[in-house]
């Protein structure tokens, strides 16, 4: 199978799942949402969290600057990076949205354990294995979107495709 055929593979996997409608209900409950990921996740969350404050009238955020991504690895350690940034900013109010394509991201895993134990609203996106680390963890996410893929790529654009889904739904309204 080549990467286009994976993608269209995944894309209808959104369809045939009810997760879309789960983080659907979620993103319309929640105005302040906050978008973690790691790498090409990272500029997707960058991304999104963009368009959902410009497009979707919501207080979005991601944990993209340079010099706090830093600052925070550097006083916490790259696995616990994500958690303090989830202490500092967000609450029983902010919809936290976790991205990890293999789902064993050390931070994003933290990052879940965090939202578990303070009962932070939270869902997550992740490919690779079913039964990853992230996924395992994640007990009480409002939704949890898998792909059943191993290519960083097709993880990534589709898991981009389901976040920027709802962007559209909104300008459809207006």
């Not at 659907?24 to 790691?38: C, M, P, R, S």
């Not at 550097?74 to 696995?79: I, K, L, Q, R």
């Not at 991201?105 to 578990?116: G, H, P, R």
């Amino acid at each position: 199978m080549n990467f286009f055929d994976d993608c269209i593979k995944a894309i209808d996997s959104i369809l045939e799942e009810d997760e879309y409608d789960k983080y659907y209900d979620a993103f319309n409950k929640y105005e302040k949402i906050i978008v973690l990921g790691n790498g090409g996740s990272n500029s997707l969350a960058s991304h999104i969290a963009q368009d959902y404050t410009k497009r979707a009238d919501k207080r979005a955020m991601s944990f993209s600057d340079p010099s706090m991504l830093t600052c925070y690895m550097n006083d916490y350690g790259v696995e616990n990076s994500y958690m303090e940034f989830l202490k500092d900013y967000a609450d029983l109010e902010t919809l936290v949205i976790l991205v990890s394509s293999s789902g064993n991201s050390a931070n994003i895993v933290k990052a879940t354990e965090y939202c578990e134990a303070m009962s932070i609203p939270y869902g997550v996106l992740t490919a690779f294995d079913p039964d990853n680390k992230v996924r395992t963890l994640a007990k009480n996410a409002l939704f949890s979107y898998y792909i059943d893929t191993h290519v960083y790529g097709v993880a990534e654009c589709v898991h981009q495709i389901f976040l920027h889904a709802i962007v559209e739904h909104y300008e459809e309204e207006e």
